[in-house]
């Protein structure tokens, strides 16, 4: 089956550092790959669609400049949280599927537990 | 804007029986639907993906029922196990057009 790899699992880090959070299709090509974040107890809130090769689409309130999304090949897609604070601290989670239009199932990494202290 | 309501937010029932849990959502434009399974501090595992043009999937004891007209989804797990204790997804996608473009071709 299409897996998903999700790396680090957890991190903590500093106030003021940035962290690089990656998301990998192991056995299939991810055109499309999306990143949430989840507080706990919370459902998932979509920060961002990023299809190969191009630029990524942030959702509302989402700031571009604070959460980078680079999705350059058709297996890897990192999120960077730049100039980490506390309130950034949440669970990230990507999800990726083979095509742009939603047809095929998405597929979901393990997730990363962020603390910012 | 869609909106996607999970009821109930948490239930327990006994080993052995069947659970049901329901998922509607507002705009019935939808392209598919699909059922997730959370472990704690872990991602989403993938149940059973229900195309627009469907009714229902099946998978083992997993049945998911889809009603785009009336904006609900049931996901039916029989003979419940200790096993099935998770949090349950449900995730809409949304079909959306644009205004379109017109063309008109000048022979």
């Known amino acids: 089956g299409a897996v998903v790899s999700q790396h680090p699992s957890w991190v903590i880090c500093k106030s003021g550092t940035s962290v690089k959070i990656e998301c990998r299709s192991l056995?299939?090509?991810?055109?499309?790959m999306f990143w949430y974040r989840q507080f706990p107890k919370q459902s998932l809130m979509l920060m961002a669609t990023s299809n190969e090769g191009s630029k990524a689409t942030y959702e509302q309130g989402v700031e571009k400049d604070k959460f980078l999304i680079n999705h350059a090949s058709l297996t890897l897609s990192t999120l960077t949280v730049t100039s980490a604070h506390p309130e950034d601290s949440s669970f990230y989670i990507c999800?990726?599927?083979?095509?742009?239009?939603?047809?095929?199932?998405?597929?979901f990494g393990n997730g990363t537990r962020l603390t910012v202290t | 804007k869609q909106e996607v309501t999970q009821i109930p937010a948490a239930l327990s029932v006994p080993e052995g029986e069947n659970l049901v849990l329901n998922c509607s959502f507002t705009d019935s434009a939808i392209y598919n639907l699909q059922w997730f399974r959370q472990d704690p501090g872990k991602g989403l595992t993938s149940l059973l993906l229900?195309?627009?043009?469907?009714r229902e999937q099946t998978s083992g004891r997993l049945n998911a029922s889809l009603d785009k007209s009336s904006g609900r989804s049931t996901l039916y797990i029989a003979a419940s196990q200790p096993g099935d204790s998770a949090t349950y997804l449900c995730?809409?996608?949304?079909?959306?057009f644009g205004k379109g473009n017109q063309v008109v071709v000048i022979p």
């Open positions: 056995d299939f090509q991810a055109t499309t």
């Open positions: 229900i195309q627009s043009s469907q």
């Open positions: 999800s990726a599927g083979t095509d742009r239009g939603g047809n095929s199932p998405l597929h």
């Open positions: 995730a809409v996608i949304r079909l959306a």
